[in-house]
T-cell receptor, first 113, second 111 residues
Framework: QQPVQSPQAVILREGEDAVINCSSS?????VHWYRQKHGEAPVFLMI?????EQKGHEKISASFNEKKQQSSLYLTASQLSYSGTYFC??????????????FGQGTILTVHP | DGGITQSPKYLFRKEGQNVTLSCEQN?????MYWYRQDPGQGLRLIYY???????QKGDIAEGYSVSREKKESFPLTVTSAQKNPTAFYLC??????????FGDGTRLSIL
């Protein structure tokens, strides 16, 4: 069962902040975040391996609450280049599930000048 | 430069025809993956392979087949049994548990 992302879409002005959430009904070993521009391949943003872990990259950061099986992506002071569709991918624990990502349905982020 | 190469970029299939999508990587990654993406949809896993000569069905494997005879290659065949093959197909590779690197995709359409 795929993770559920919310919101489905968000529209921002440059400089505004946004949060994208990802919830899983099954236990996850890690959560991966990707951004995809229209017609292009998804690009890796970050991976969260431990419960409660929070990582950041410039003005984009993320957290993973292992108890709730929820991850959130935080975009601060958004830039035009942040526009795209954001996907979370949940990774199972062991055996043949290890390394297998199940992606959410995506969140479309649009940043206007 | 290391990366993943998918070919062709665009592919057209006639009714009843099998077509094969190519995916090659020179990143020395153990694992390779095939995803299907429909307009406005997320990425759905078709097949994946953790090591050479072994692969597993993903969530939507019906109508597709793969092989993994070499570490760097993971071709996907869309068979005539796949009744709705029109989609954007993405190949990815990774070291297990690490970020996946995606190719530029193949867009498949029905003639």
């Amino acid at each position: 069962q795929q993770p559920v992302q919310s919101p489905q879409a968000v529209i921002l002005r440059e400089g505004e902040d946004a949060v994208i959430n990802c919830s899983s009904s099954k236990a996850l070993y890690s959560v991966h975040w990707y951004r995809q521009k229209h017609g292009e391949a998804p690009v890796f943003l970050m991976i969260l391996l431990k419960g409660g872990e929070q990582k950041g990259h410039e003005k984009i950061s993320a957290s993973f609450n292992e108890k709730k099986q929820q991850s959130s992506l935080y975009l601060t002071a958004s830039q035009l280049s942040y526009s795209g569709t954001y996907f979370c991918g949940g990774c199972g624990a062991g055996g043949t599930s290890y390394g297998k990502l199940t992606f959410g349905q995506g969140t479309i982020l649009t940043v206007h000048p | 430069d290391g990366g993943i190469t998918q070919s062709p970029k665009y592919l057209f299939r006639k009714e009843g025809q099998n077509v094969t999508l190519s995916c090659e990587q020179n990143l020395n990654h153990d694992a390779m993956y095939w995803y299907r993406q429909d307009p406005g949809q997320g990425l759905r896993l078709i097949y994946y392979s953790q090591i050479v000569n072994d692969f597993q069905k993903g969530d939507i494997a019906e109508g597709y087949s793969v092989s993994r005879e070499k570490k760097e290659s993971f071709p996907l065949t869309v068979t005539s049994a796949q009744k709705n093959p029109t989609a954007f197909y993405l190949c990815a590779s990774a070291q297990l548990g690490q970020p996946q690197h995606f190719g530029d995709g193949t867009r498949l359409s029905i003639l």
